[in-house]
């Protein structure tokens, strides 16, 4: 499994780390608000979601309804919001991942449309999917199985440990909604503890995004859905730094 070049992806994020204090507080925040925006406008539109990135902003920043757009679309904007800052105060507090946390970002992310952090107990099919996930039986005995993997695997690459949290947990698909924004967020949450930058699948990818988590469902294949997300990382990293580079010249 290639993960791209994971030793270069692993110079890049030393430099950052080490030149990450050079940045200005103001640059950091203006970017950070940035990349959240676009996250939540790209995970919940990959969904079904037709808030486009302006009407996203306007309803996070400025606290504004939308005319014409469901209820619905507006929590779930909302709520995908509010789930994300959840993940990096758990991840603040030294919390690793697991059931609990993970129970609480659907709940997070369910508000005000269903009850969430509970898993389904009826079948459920993916439309245009070769992969059908576990009947409830054989789902909780998976998740189960995932929980227990979670919590003993030693990973070497991180962007492995992330891509399959993201790959096996949206395989399963232990919520009857929202298993695809509750496993972008899980991936980010493995990529911010293990002091990565979170990424985001941007919507116009969703084709390609959906082709390599099919491979791993049906092929258990995760190189595709690993390599997606090292090159995503990579242009984070690459961001950042540049943005150092460009502070180092200025002084």
Known sequence: ???????????????????????PEVTVKSYVQAFELEYTHNSTAIEGNTLTLLETKVVLEEGLSVG???????YEVINHNKAYQHVKACIEQGLLLDENIIKDIHAILMENIMVGGVYRNVEVYISGAAHTPPIPNEMYRQVQNFYADLADKKPVNIIELAA?????????????????RTSRLIMNYQLLANGF???????????????????????????????????????????????IDRQREQQ
């Open 68 to 74: 014409g757009k469901k209820l619905r679309e507006i």
């Open 164 to 180: 399959w949290t993201h790959a096996e947990f949206v395989r399963i698909h232990p919520f009857s909604d929202g298993n695809g």
């Open 1 to 23: 499994m290639s993960s791209l070049d994971y030793p270069e992806l692993l110079r890049k994020k030393a430099l950052y780390e080490q030149a990450k204090h050079t940045l």
């Open 197 to 243: 930058l979170p990424i985001s699948i941007a919507k116009e990818s969703r084709l390609d995004y959906f082709n390599a988590l099919e491979a791993y469902a049906v092929h258990r294949d995760l190189e595709p859905f690993a390599d997606m997300i090292a090159s995503l990382e990579e242009q984070q990293l690459d961001r950042y730094l540049g943005m």
